[in-house]
């Protein structure tokens, strides 16, 4: 099928509309009437899309609308049906609907980020948000050490725990084996003394040079436990001999 593009006023002509260019919606949404693919992750919030902004795919006769623009995440839904002839369609505004559409239609209030439909029997019912719960926040655990010697614990590895050793004298850190938690813990050399790092029974410990020494006073040091290889580990940061 021959592609089929908007006819605009140019210049005080009637020509079709130029290939690459859209045409704005009324509520200042940015619409694409004349695309010759369909929507990608892509053409999201950072293209100037929205939720609410509709995509008319010309080459194949299929439309869309975007429900979320997130970037490099956008999901677009396809409003015509598998044969394209479906005659429902989604509608979009600042305010919930009233009046709006037919039986069928779905609607979309910008504003509030809710998605109404299908409505029936002339009646809309009530919305759904689109944006999900609110995730939950991991809360950074600092505790200082104050010993000469420290022995690791699964708990160093539970995820945003950071350990300050403070000490005039040296500190040494033992990493045990078989620790259970997955996740990096990051050493923060507090004190005047030199904090190092030790490998336990059956631990290996690899660092750039062989390096298992904090350089500086407030110098720090992240273990990473390796994904695949049980009680082996990499020391990254401010390290010396």
């Given amino acids: 099928m021959a592609e089929r593009r908007p006819i605009v006023l140019i210049d005080g002509d009637l020509q079709e509309l130029p290939s690459g260019d859209t045409l704005p919606s009324a509520g200042g949404l940015q619409n694409n009437y004349a695309a010759t693919s369909a929507p990608t992750v892509t053409d999201d919030s950072g293209s100037g899309y929205a939720v609410g902004s509709q995509w008319v795919d010309v080459t194949k006769d299929n439309s869309y609308v975007c429900a979320d623009a997130s970037v490099g995440a956008a999901i677009w839904l396809q409003t015509n049906g598998a044969g394209g002839g479906s005659e429902n369609t989604i509608l979009n505004g600042t305010v919930d609907p009233t009046t709006e559409g037919a039986d069928g239609d779905f609607y979309i209030n910008t504003t509030s980020s809710t998605i109404f439909g299908p409505k029936a029997s002339?009646?809309?019912p009530a919305g759904v948000s689109l944006v999900g719960p609110e995730g939950s926040v991991a809360t950074m655990v600092q505790t200082e050490i104050t010993a000469t010697a420290y022995s690791t614990v699964n708990g160093d590895f539970a995820g945003n725990v950071i350990r300050r050793m403070n000490n005039v004298s040296a500190?040494?850190?033992?990493?045990?084996?078989?620790?259970?938690?997955?996740?990096?813990?990051?050493?923060?050399?507090a004190g005047a003394g030199a904090v190092s790092f030790a490998e336990g029974v059956g631990v290996t410990i690899h660092s750039a040079g062989g390096n298992l020494t904090i350089a500086d006073q407030y110098g720090s040091a992240t273990l990473i436990p390796d994904a695949d290889t049980a009680n082996t580990y990499y020391l990254i940061g401010n390290l010396t001999t």
């Fill in 171 to 189: 500190q040494t850190i033992t990493v045990e084996p078989s620790m259970t938690g997955g996740q990096p813990v990051t050493f923060i050399a």
């Fill in 122 to 124: 002339g009646t809309w």
